[in-house]
């Protein structure tokens, strides 16, 4: 089993930028595919981003537009969301997500293990 705490999130004006970093506990973090999803309220979680085990290859909402950056460090059993150009509909809790397979898939019923959230809220 895999642990993942979220982190980064809180309040930032539109056109700002933050970093959410994803924290696991675990020696097998690399056998994961990894997803961040989000999720306002009243609406059901949304895929925004996923990275394969290795990092090579990754996947985007369309919502994401180009602002948006994934990454994984393996060896800091980490992985990232760089959000940049924020909107105000960006505002939800952010989750990670770890899948035990090689590509990420953009379902949420697809990932067994899930953070507890991080609140993004942006500004109008």
């Known amino acids: 089993q895999v642990q993942l705490v979220e982190s980064g999130g809180g309040l930032v004006q539109a056109g700002g930028s933050l970093r959410l970093s994803c924290a696991a506990a675990?020696?097998?973090?690399?056998?994961?595919?990894m997803g961040w999803f989000r999720q306002a309220p009243g609406k059901e979680r949304e895929f925004v981003a996923g990275i394969s085990r290795s990092g090579v290859s990754t996947d985007y909402a369309d919502f994401v537009e180009g602002r948006f950056t994934i990454s994984r460090d393996n060896a800091k059993n980490t992985v990232y969301l760089q959000m940049n150009s924020l909107k105000p509909e960006d505002t939800a809790v952010y989750y990670c997500?770890?899948?035990?397979?090689?590509?990420?898939?953009?379902?949420?019923?697809?990932?067994?293990?899930w953070g507890q959230g991080t609140q993004v809220t942006v500004s109008s």
């Open positions: 675990g020696r097998t973090f690399s056998s994961y595919a």
């Open positions: 997500a770890a899948d035990f397979t090689f590509v990420p898939g953009r379902a949420p019923y697809e990932y067994k293990y």
